[in-house]
């Protein structure tokens, strides 16, 4: 894994089968794809990595669920919005508790679910500097490498 940087790279937003779409988006920077349902949203989360997934939890054959785990599965590890427009409390804290990031309530003001998007990319950007380092500091700190003298 590359070191983490500030990167310009466009950030990926994956959009399972809501009724709206993130198109407006891209624009701003983010790359998204728009999935035609479950099966097709499972299958892009085996085919590249996402900084972000954003579903609704209910689509078609689906409680919208399978994608959270399915993306929880996937490394590295997607910050996961849920949404819906047929929540309820106890569904939106099932989903946290499964591991998702967020659960949105539609209707939703596009700026609203913007600046949710933005809190998911940092979380996702201080989780991938946290994981480096934590995977490289002992290398660097290890016993073997400290030197002293009396």
């Not at 596009?110 to 946290?130: D, G, P, T, W």
């Amino acid at each position: 894994m590359p070191q983490p940087s500030g990167s310009s790279r466009p950030r990926s937003a994956r959009w399972a089968k809501s009724g709206r779409s993130l198109r407006g988006f891209a624009p701003a920077g983010y790359e998204v794809e728009d999935p035609r349902g479950r099966a097709q949203a499972l299958s892009l989360l085996d085919e590249r990595q996402y900084d972000v997934v954003v579903s609704d939890l209910r689509m078609s054959g689906s409680d919208g669920l399978d994608v959270l785990r399915k993306a929880l599965a996937t490394d590295p590890t997607p910050a996961v919005i849920l949404m819906s427009g047929h929540g309820t409390i106890d569904i939106a804290v099932e989903a946290i508790k499964l591991g998702a990031f967020d659960f949105v309530q539609k209707p939703f003001a596009i700026e609203q679910m913007r600046l949710r998007l933005e809190r998911a990319l940092e979380f996702r950007r201080l989780k991938y500097k946290v994981d480096y380092l934590t995977r490289t500091q002992p290398d660097i700190y290890s016993f073997d490498r400290i030197v002293g003298s009396n």
